[in-house]
């Protein structure tokens, strides 16, 4: 801040300026990010090599579970991994971010409870680490493609664009979660629970499709679920000419997403504040 | 030139007293849809005031040092002036940048390394990269970590993390500095150093906010004192005059305290306070306590351990918090039961002034297990005879019996 500028602390103030001091604070956020990078693979033997290791695993075992116990790979033109892959590569990223930002602000109580910074670049600084190793798994995706022969189309520059908004679907949700942690710690229990049954509800290792044809009636309730529609456009934007675009979960998912941001930010801004007295 | 401008803030924590347990959101649940369902009311709540209307204006260049008891709201300001948390109601002006120091080494993480955490730690406390850049050969050398740059600070003694901590903090270089008790980590060395530092900055014409325990220090640094008091700016004006009228307030003598039972004496580990009291035993003048007087301390606790080598450690304070000394005896076998301890403390040793004694029990002569903070004050009144000189006599203790021998050496 410039000398002689004044601030104004009282109980509340104006949204512009809120926003504004988040600008001046960017330099926290970059290092805070770089922070929770560097940290991650500390003391580690492999280092980046695990953010290959999880997908690959987690997708082989899917295939195994869901294509050959299940025999859901039946009648699937391309090898099923590849399938299996965009919905792990999401729901990892999905899964970690909303844990990273609900957890956020517990972690880094030692920061909120002796300095002052606009609270919320902590959730928001969570991006960069899911962010790394979505990429790493992402090229592990195309190298299968090659070894496959099965080569995505230009739609795959659509991916960004789905990672941004399942980082949407997390935030909304995570900024809630951030700040009831606060107060009531049962959070903490809770969020790895949802994210362990949620595997299960969103067509992580099996097709949305392949819900519509077994039971419509729960279909139309299952593309509620945010996530549904990230994954399924992960799949149009990954897979070529395979999955078509899917109007019936893209929608609930950006309903999803203005809803709970707004009112997520609205509700973190009202709570902020007072962090430091229930933490 | 004002550079803050406090006015009328409050700050207000609810507090509640729970009849009905609340710890999860589970219980939080059940007992609203009992008080919504059953009009039961789970718990009470009380307003308590942590800073009632305080209104203050800081100067720019002035070194002000707030002081109060414990539970006065000093930190409450502090984090409200640091913008920690907001206040309830009125508001604060602030002109320039203003850095916070509640704690040294805030943030630091203890898997990187010292300069990772130089950069981290700096960002943190609000300066640029540039700057910090521009100070790091400095930092570095302040803390006296050259070594160490590249290990993880969870590697570091105590003493280098605490050094490197107060040196990003130190070359700082806000406006306008908020600092709060800091000063109380470290060795006596470190302590030195950091003390020089701060005078440094005072120096600079840089507004300083301090909170300290230790009024000497706050003495020897602030030109302006804030006194407040449950929550209440009672005094501010030149620091002499706040921090005299705080002692004089606070000095009431606390000579006897006696428990009756073990359920509400402070105690620990099996031992608990039963009786303690200061009693002259001869020279009181105007049934006043004098230089001249001696003292005798009596200490009786419960002990319910049995067959433990236990022995009791005084210090005696002065009541800006500076030790003046500690003794201990040797340890001695006990049985379980009631303990009497007596020490006598000579006249004319100690100056007069306002006084505290801490007791110390301890156990096998090396754990302390008990340990009973700021048991008694009491106050020793000046007396003097044979001298013309009527200020304030200096220093924490008048050993008069020792005996300084002048005698003409040469004739001229």
């Given at each position: 801040m410039k000398e002689g500028k004044e601030r104004i602390i009282k109980a509340k103030f104006s949204v512009i300026d809120y926003w504004k001091e988040i600008l001046e604070y960017r330099e926290l956020f970059w290092i805070l990010a770089k922070r929770d990078i560097i940290v991650r693979?500390?003391?580690?033997?492999f280092g980046l090599a695990w953010s290959v290791v999880r997908p690959l695993v987690t997708s082989i075992v899917m295939v195994f579970a869901f294509?050959?116990?299940?025999?859901?790979?039946?009648?699937?033109?391309?090898?099923?991994i590849l399938v299996v892959l965009p919905g792990v590569i999401l729901w990892l990223f999905f899964s970690q971010s909303l844990m990273q930002i609900s957890m956020s602000i517990v972690t880094n109580n030692n920061l909120v409870s002796k300095v002052f910074f606009p609270r919320i670049i902590i959730p928001f600084s969570s991006f960069f680490l899911g962010l790394i190793d979505a990429v790493i798994a992402f090229i592990l995706f195309v190298a299968m493609c090659f070894y496959y022969n099965v080569l995505p189309d230009?739609?795959?520059?659509?991916v960004p664009a789905f990672i941004i908004l399942s980082y949407l679907v997390a935030t909304g949700a995570g900024l809630f979660a951030a700040v009831l942690n606060v107060k009531y710690r049962d959070i903490g229990q809770l969020i790895p629970f949802v994210i362990q049954f949620g595997m299960y509800i969103?067509?992580?290792?099996?097709?949305?499709e392949f819900v519509f044809d077994k039971n419509p009636s729960i279909y139309s309730w299952y593309v509620l679920n945010p996530v549904v529609g990230c994954i399924d456009g992960m799949r149009w934007a990954m897979l070529g000419d395979f999955a078509p675009f899917n109007w019936q979960s893209f929608i609930p998912m950006i309903v999803f997403i203005c809803i709970s941001l707004i009112v997520g930010i609205r509700f973190f801004r009202k709570h902020e504040n007072s962090f430091v007295d229930y933490i | 030139m004002n550079v803050i401008n406090i006015e009328n803030v409050s700050k207000s924590y609810i507090i509640k007293h729970n009849v009905v347990k609340q710890d999860t959101l589970r219980d939080s649940m059940t007992n609203f849809a009992k008080e919504i369902f059953?009009?039961?009311?789970s718990s009470e709540k009380e307003e308590f005031w942590a800073l009632k209307n305080i209104n203050l204006k800081i100067e720019k260049g002035e070194r002000l040092g707030l002081i109060g008891a414990n539970g006065a709201g000093k930190s409450t300001l502090l984090k409200v002036l640091s913008r920690i948390t907001s206040p309830t109601t009125g508001e604060l002006r602030i002109k320039g940048r203003m850095a916070s120091l509640?704690?040294?080494?805030?943030?630091?993480?203890?898997?990187?390394t010292g300069r990772e955490n130089i950069f981290l730690n700096g960002a943190i406390l609000g300066m640029r990269k540039a700057e910090i850049k521009l100070q790091f050969n400095n930092i570095v050398e302040f803390a006296g970590i050259e070594k160490f740059l590249?290990?993880?600070?969870?590697?570091?003694s105590s003493g280098m993390y605490v050094r490197l901590g107060f040196a990003i903090a130190a070359h700082l270089e806000p406006e306008i500095l908020v600092v709060d008790?800091?000063?109380?980590?470290?060795d006596a060395d470190f302590q030195k150093k950091s003390i020089g530092k701060m005078r440094d900055v005072s120096k600079s014409g840089r507004t300083i906010i301090f909170v300290s325990h230790n009024l000497t220090a706050v003495q020897s640094l602030c030109n302006t004192g804030a006194l407040l008091k449950k929550g209440e700016l009672v005094e501010s004006g030149p620091i002499n005059s706040v921090v005299n009228n705080y002692i004089q307030e606070i000095s009431?003598?606390?000579l006897k305290r006696e428990w009756?039972?073990?359920?509400i004496a402070p105690g620990n580990e099996g031992v608990f306070a039963k009786y303690l009291c200061i009693e002259a035993t001869s020279g009181l003048y105007n049934n006043q306590i004098i230089t001249s007087t001696s003292l005798k301390l009596t200490f009786d606790f419960w002990n319910e351990l049995d067959q433990v080598k236990l022995n009791i450690s005084v210090f005696l304070y002065t009541i800006?918090?500076?030790?003046i000394f500690n003794i201990a005896n040797t340890g001695i076998l006990f049985s379980k039961g009631v303990i009497r301890n007596e020490f006598e403390i000579p006249g004319d040793l100690l100056n007069d002034g306002s006084y505290f004694i801490s007791i110390m029990v301890v156990r096998?002569?090396?754990?302390?297990?008990?340990f009973l903070e700021e048991a008694l004050t009491f106050d020793i009144h000046d007396f003097r005879e044979g001298t013309e000189w009527l200020g304030k006599w200096p220093g924490?203790?008048?050993?008069?019996?020792l005996k300084i021998v002048s005698s003409q050496l040469e004739l001229e």
């Open positions: 693979y500390k003391q580690t033997i294509g050959r116990v299940g025999n859901l790979s039946e009648g699937v033109s391309i090898p099923y230009w739609k795959i520059i659509f969103s067509p992580v290792a099996y097709m949305s | 059953k009009g039961k009311k509640l704690e040294v080494g805030t943030g630091f993480h203890p898997e990187l590249d290990t993880p600070v969870k590697r570091y008790e800091v000063l109380a980590v470290g009431t003598n606390n009756l039972s073990k359920n800006t918090g500076e030790c096998d002569d090396a754990k302390p297990i008990f924490a203790v008048r050993p008069v019996n």
